[in-house]
């Protein structure tokens, strides 16, 4: 149990907003920016909520021109009907993140399957967010991205030219569960954000997940400088697919992202979102004549059976989480967080939070 304090929705909602128009974003960039952060900190993502936000867009977005806001998505042509491939042309990447994966449900309900590429991307933040909203619709979604920055020694190498580069699974589980599985992790043994997070709050990392500037293993956030893929060869293995993929979308070498890349090179991130409609894989020979939601609640029911029903399941404690904040009437953020977004109202002229007059939530 740890204590947090419970910010009202509106009250961060507008605290973000106007970080975001203040920096220059366009109402409609700042509306989507706001959504985002309101979701991951209602579904207890600390390390990739407002303030995380607020940090990667100041550190490689609109102040240094990483991100451009009121930037335009170009469509490039391409003769695949259930293909789009888009220039996002350094828009602010969550508006691009929400968009296309929109495009993606249309694509899927016409032709069974959809899929957008984005080149030229900023970084979108928490895939799991948006796999879990096409979910939730009755999709199965999937997101990969490049990170912003090459953070992640390769298996069996020494210098990091590797993104942290998360994957991303939603799976329309509602009405058997009562919520999405959202299978999303970065794929190294934890992210940046989470080192950030952690030395926020002055906690440990724990072993093998990141080494020092000589590259020799930590465990202290103040001195991890890169970080270690997880599950070893496994972990890299899912890195460098993102990698592969976003070179045949058009994405740069790892290395020069996050940067004033020179010489005819891209620092910028590239997203793959794919969404397939349910309908378009079943086969209808589902044994005893269980129909489609039957048969994915049978299944479901036999793998947490046979002793497993205490295992928890991808997706559970971000629905549990949301139920705390629905329950708080607010969203859940630690007196480090809060001191770190006031640090945001400050920059934006904005009140800040007084946290002694905040309610306080055991979660």
Known sequence: MASYHVVPAARHNELITAAYLHRGYLADEAQDATRFCEMASRHGIHTHNGIKALHLDHSFGSLTGGCKPGAEIKVINKPFAASEIWDAQLKLGQAVAFRAMERCMELADQYGIGQVSVDNAFHYLWGGGYVMEAAKKGYIAYTNCTSTLAEVVPFGGKFPTLGTNPHSWGLPTTEALGYPIVIDWATSTVAMGRVQQFRREGKQ??????????????????????????????????????????????????????????????????????????????????????????????VLDDVFAHGNETATLPGQIEAQAAAVSEKANGLLFTTAEVEAMNEIARECGQPELDAASLAVCEA
């Open 205 to 298: 990392l724990p072993p093998d997940a990141a080494v020092d500037e000589n590259g020799q293993p930590t465990t202290d956030p103040e001195k991890a400088k890169w970080l270690i893929p997880f599950g070893k060869h496994k972990g890299y293995g899912l890195a460098l697919y993102n990698e592969v993929i976003g070179a045949l979308i058009g994405g740069s070498l790892p290395t020069l992202r996050g940067s004033q890349a020179t010489g005819g090179e891209k620092g910028s991130c590239t997203f793959y979102f794919q969404v397939i409609h349910p309908d378009a894989i079943g086969s209808g020979l589902f044994a005893k004549g269980r129909s489609q939601a039957e048969n994915l609640k049978a």
